[in-house]
């Protein structure tokens, strides 16, 4: 029994890994390809606004260089995605889910806290050099922002692997649609009302023509 067990238990952990190659290789080989170079160049990118903005506000301390984290986590992240890619396995879809969002969570944060930065933060003395710390601050937060996306686009995707909710919603609302389309070709219930209100027209069409007995002056 325990033998069986196993053999069933290797069974079914082939066919798992059969079902994510064919997912992983054919289905979705051009989706993980753009995700793991759009991370990878997101993460690549943003490091060098992220010290250029560190060394302008605060002489260079890396405390101040908030999206380094993203910037880090993308790397990683678009690393697992070339990997899953490449040899896919059930602990790489694990470790991406994990990676995004993480990436993810990290990434909004560290938006939230530069746009407040950015907001708020004492503007320098020098125009130009106001005009070119902002430029850096706002491409530093959209290549961070961009991360974000590319994570939810991700996780989503990851979604999609298995049926889930959405679509069997969408399944449910279809077998409604086609429902109603078949009441709809049933001839009784489009006939029966058309022929009833005939059927009262020409019940008043013949009361109006009944001649009415005109009575003696």
Known sequence: MEDRAGQQEQERHSLRLE??????????????????????????????????????????????????????????????????RRAPRLWKVQAMMIFNTFNLILGFIVVVVEVMKT??????????????????????????LGGVLVSVHALFLLSQRKPGCC???????QELQEGFSELEEVPGLENGPTVANTGANERAGQQEQTPVALLPP
């Not at 708020?120 to 020098?126: E, K, M, Q, R, Y």
């Open 167 to 173: 679509r069997s919603q969408s399944l449910h609302y």
């Open 119 to 144: 907001a708020l933060g004492p503007a320098p003395t020098a125009p130009s050099k106001q005009a070119g710390l902002l430029v850096l601050e706002l491409s530093t937060e959209a290549f961070t």
């Open 19 to 84: 079902k994510l190659q064919h997912w992983a290789r054919h289905r979705q080989s051009g989706h993980l390809l753009v995700l793991a170079v759009s991370q990878l160049w997101l993460a690549v990118v943003v490091v060098p606004f992220a010290l250029s903005v560190a060394c302008l506000n605060s002489d260079c301390h890396m405390a101040a260089a908030l999206p380094l984290g993203p910037g880090v986590s993308g790397l990683l992240t678009g690393i697992v995605t070339l990997e899953l």
